[in-house]
Structures are given as C-alpha cells and as structure tokens.
C-alpha cells in the first residue's frame, strides 16, 4: 500500500509510523464528579482545553498527568439520563504509579478497588461512571 507524498510515495511502514498516541474517550454522565475523582484518584487535571458546543449539548474536557503528552477525555452529553452500559469491560485505561504501594493505599481508603491480582502484581479501579483503570508498578 502506497501513499501520495509531494511527488513522491510513502511505504505503508512510513505512513504507520507517522502516528503516536493522542488520547482516549470515556462518556461520563456527571462531569464534576468525575474530575473530582480523576484528580483526587488519579492526580489527573484538566489540560486547559474545553470543547463546549454552542448549544451546550456536550462538553469534552482533557484531562492530564503533566509528564506525558497523552490525555484523557471526557465527553459529557446534556442529554444523556442513564448509565452507559459498558459491556464485559474487555477494556481499560492503566496508569503506572510512581509509589505503587501509596497508590494502592489511596485507592483502598477511596473505596475503589475493583479487582486485585497479587500475581501480575495489579489491580484496578472504577471511576464513577464503572469504568476500570489499571495501576501498574
């Protein structure tokens, strides 16, 4: 597979390693209480960048762990009532901690660990809207 560049072709390999995670989507019906979780949680923050529709039907705000240029969007709908179903959650965000231990503590006072595997030495939380988040070593 090729590709037009200025008189020339890229290589399917050269046009694939032109692209570099940006960010990835959760759908969360209250906004505030979900940047509230995120930063208290996970320390993540809005980024400053805010899309909101001018008919205010949706608002996306990007979220940030200020070391990396990876983020975390939210998409809240105005008009959305009930909880997203989210299927077998056969996915997931994960986030590495710096002190694991402190962060497995944090989220054990939280109340939201979901899931413990001593053996992969993991374990993951539900963000308020059930989303899980992985936190890595």
């Known amino acids: 597979c090729l590709a037009p560049k200025a008189g020339m072709w890229y290589t399917a390999h050269e046009v694939i390693s032109m692209l ?17 979780f ?3 949680a996970l320390n ?15 608002k996306i705000v990007f979220l940030t762990d200020r070391k990396t240029d990876f983020r975390l969007e939210l998409t809240w709908l105005r008009d959305r009532k009930e909880p997203y179903n989210l299927g077998d959650l ?3 965000l ?8 402190a962060a497995y503590q944090r989220h054990k006072e939280m109340g939201v660990v979901c899931f413990e595997n001593p053996d992969m030495g993991i374990y993951f939380i539900t963000d308020p809207d059930g989303y899980w988040i992985e936190i890595i070593p």
Do not use: R
Request: hydrophobic share 35%; glycine share 2%; charged share 30%.
């Open 20 to 36: 570099t995670f940006n960010h990835f989507n959760f759908n969360v019906l209250d906004l505030e209480k979900s940047l509230k």
């Open 38 to 40: 995120y930063q208290e």
């Open 44 to 58: 993540l923050v809005p980024n400053g960048e805010v899309i909101n529709a001018e008919d205010s039907s949706f």
């Open 90 to 92: 056969e996915y997931h």
């Open 94 to 101: 994960a986030l590495k901690a710096e002190d694991y231990e």
